[in-house]
């Protein structure tokens, strides 16, 4: 039995120590919103935020998030997290941005995109071009690089406002 906080609630797994993250999220609580790429570690669709830091959670044993607390993109925007607007169904900040700045193509490395792109605003509230891409190594086949950015700038001006 594994417990930890997932979107701001308790729960528990009966799941063996080293079942990936990933496959508890998605297929044991049924949060599909965290998608599978590589299964490496290395495009970053995977990505939820542990203690609000981004882990890849493909590589990442579930036992490792015991007592943790685990947010992905489906609480993002509820979980009172910085850049948060509010509670219940309210955007994070760089959702929004997301959705201004129509960043998504096919979408599916987007969830993951977006977990960095926030951790990135928490630890650093107005990165330059170079650090985002020194933080944002997540894999885009569709090539959306550039949007990412302008998005991230742009949540970070929102942020600033707020
Ligand atoms: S699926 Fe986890 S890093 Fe690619
Ligand atoms: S939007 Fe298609 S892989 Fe990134």
């Not at 906080?5 to 297929?27: H, Q, S």
């Not at 998504?104 to 509230?125: E, R, T, V």
């Not at 107005?126 to 997540?138: G, R």
């Not at 302008?150 to 949540?155: L, R, V, Y």
Request: proline residues 4%.
């Amino acid at each position: 039995m594994i417990s930890f906080i997932l979107n701001g609630a308790a729960v528990t797994v009966d799941v063996e120590d080293d079942t990936p993250l990933l496959w508890v999220l998605r297929d044991t609580i049924g949060l599909t919103g965290t998608k599978f790429g590589c299964g490496i570690g290395a495009c970053g669709a995977c990505t939820v935020h542990m203690d609000g830091r981004p882990v890849r959670t493909c590589v990442l044993p579930v036992e490792v998030a015991e007592g943790r607390s685990i947010t992905t993109i489906e609480g993002l925007g509820s979980t009172g997290s910085a850049g948060s607007t509010g509670s219940g169904d309210a955007r994070h900040a760089v959702q929004q941005a997301w959705i201004d700045a129509q960043v998504p193509q096919c979408g599916y490395c987007q969830s993951g995109m977006i977990m960095a792109a926030a951790a990135l605003l928490d630890a650093n509230p107005d990165p330059s071009d170079a650090d985002i891409d020194a933080a944002i190594t997540n894999i885009c086949r569709c090539g959306t690089y550039q949007r990412v950015r302008t998005a991230i700038h742009a949540a970070a001006r929102a942020r600033r406002v707020e």
